[in-house]
């Protein structure tokens, strides 16, 4: 598989299972799988945990685990029929107290949506293939208009243009969905629909109540997400450009300028950055995808997204391998026309922290040498991710001790995780080690000259204060011990 810097995540459900498909899946190319919370249950996603890391452990591959939150979604309830036909220009009644729908009315799930709308406003249902002007209110029916014929089924998901929703980011399911999320060890948690920072503080906190340290994304999928954007960023460890709702509220012609402003913001705030929704989304039925998807893939990767995400195409498709197999393709030759360059941003850009300072001298001198690789011996994965916010050309190999940091870091964008063991305290030995384990990776050979940072005292999360420059193979310990 010819290494790739951009990150594949692949939702998991009926289509990729089997421990078959599962495995062909590692194969292919997959960094990290998502569990919709959305669908399924606990039960479902665990035994998919354990199939994953079954599979991923044959083929010796790293590949970490998301669970994504179902968030508010605020959903109309179901027809008797399942579904109804709507002529353009007719009325159409949301009505909170109907239980069952017909051709002229339907329920909601979420009666609050009475108290959030107001005459003018603009209602777009099943992803803004309806869409509904708002009239007049009357007691627990919302009063509409259907601006174009469509095709209305059941539980279809109800978004307001221009934002303005009062649903809570985190519902009484996110809270129970939270502690399963921490009973499987994810590695990170997806909050949909976030307006501000405190709601990812909030996941944060039952997180930590849950005894999980899984890292949290923000779906950016609402117009307060974006007004917002800055307080989100200093709460939370990644964001996820979700342009389908983010679409639906902001309008779609808006959504390219902002995932562009959105992965550009997150870089500079250190933070890795997925870029998701129907990316490759006729392969769902098509072993091959459309020119304008693979400029899609391409765009993203050159944008700087850590991550390009695959939805229905790996939960339901027909071709989850090859939608996989073709992502990757794409990824590895947008990656080659990549400008690589450290920008006056970089240059200018204050360090007060050591250990960053440190990560970005590894940056400055692997750019400038032109060496083979950098390695960063970390504990908790933080020097990888500073490193990995610019493009140097250069992989960048993170070699740690600890299982939880090894898959946390398998999202960052050209970062790829080493399992190795921290038992000798002699700095010598331990950079000596650090090359054998390069070595017996395939990254380096003897000769090679690569940059290595690691702290002292050694094995302490926040430490790295030391960059060394060396040619591999070159400088063994004159006492050589078991490390």
């Known amino acids: 598989m010819e290494q790739r810097a951009t990150k594949i995540v692949a939702t998991l459900g009926p289509a990729s299972s089997d421990p078959r498909v599962l495995e062909a899946l590692v194969h292919a190319g997959v960094d990290v799988v998502r569990l ?22 044959k083929a010796g591959r790293t590949v970490g685990v998301m669970a994504d939150l179902q968030g508010p979604k605020i959903r109309i309830g179901k027809f008797g029929t399942g579904k109804v036909s709507l002529a ?33 406003d603009v209602l777009l249902l099943d992803d803004g293939r309806t869409v509904f002007d708002v009239e007049r209110i009357e007691g627990s029916e919302i009063h509409c208009r259907n601006r174009h014929e469509a095709e209305l089924s059941n539980n279809k998901g109800i978004n307001k243009q221009g934002g303005g929703l009062s649903a809570p980011a985190l519902t009484p399911k996110d809270m129970e969905d939270i502690q399963t999320a921490a009973s499987l060890n994810v590695d990170y948690v997806a909050v949909s629909f976030p307006k501000s ?33 800055e307080e989100i960023l200093h709460a939370t460890d990644g964001v996820m450009v979700a342009r389908g709702d983010l679409a639906v509220e902001v309008g779609d012609a808006a959504v390219p300028a902002l995932q562009k402003r959105i992965i550009r913001l997150a870089r500079e705030h250190n933070k890795f950055t997925i870029t998701a929704t129907q990316m490759m989304e006729s392969m769902i039925h098509s072993p091959v995808p459309t020119r304008a998807e ?16 695959l939805s229905a195409e790996t939960a339901s498709g027909e071709y989850p391998v090859h939608t996989v197999e073709a992502m990757a393709r794409i990824c590895v030759e947008a990656e080659k026309s990549q400008e690589v360059g450290l920008d ?9 922290r050591i250990d960053q300072s440190i990560a970005m001298a590894a940056l400055f001198t692997a750019y400038h040498l032109k060496v083979k690789a950098v390695a960063a ?8 991710l500073w490193m990995s916010r610019l493009n140097s050309g250069v992989p960048i190999y993170a070699l740690t001790p600890r299982i939880r940091t090894r898959y946390r870091v398998s999202i960052f964008r050209d970062v790829f995780p080493l399992l190795t063991t921290y038992v000798a305290e002699d700095r010598d030995q331990l950079l000596w080690h650090a090359e054998e384990t390069l070595i017996a990776a395939g990254a380096v050979e003897i000769g090679d000259l690569i940059v290595l940072t690691i702290g002292e005292p050694i094995g302490q999360a926040g430490g790295t204060n030391t960059l060394k420059i060396v040619r591999v193979g070159e400088n063994r310990p004159t006492t050589t011990q078991d490390v």
């Open 294 to 309: 693979v400029s899609d893939v391409a765009n993203a990767v050159l944008d700087g997204t850590d991550a390009v995400m």
């Open 88 to 120: 353009a220009g007719r009325m159409f009644i949301l009505d909170a107290a109907c239980k069952l729908g017909d051709d002229t009315r339907v329920g909601l799930d979420y009666p609050e949506l009475i108290d959030d709308v107001a005459p003018g």
């Open 36 to 57: 919709n919370f959305s669908h399924g249950t606990p039960e479902d996603h665990r035994k998919r945990v354990k199939a994953l890391r079954d599979a991923s452990q």
């Open 197 to 229: 920072g405190g709601d990812l503080r909030q996941a944060k906190e039952l997180l930590v109540l849950a005894g999980s340290d899984a890292l949290v994304v923000a779906k950016i999928e609402r117009v307060e997400a974006v007004a917002n954007l």
């Open 377 to 384: 011996l970390t504990e908790s994965g933080s020097t990888a």
């Open 344 to 352: 006056a941003h970089f240059l200018n850009r204050m360090f007060t």
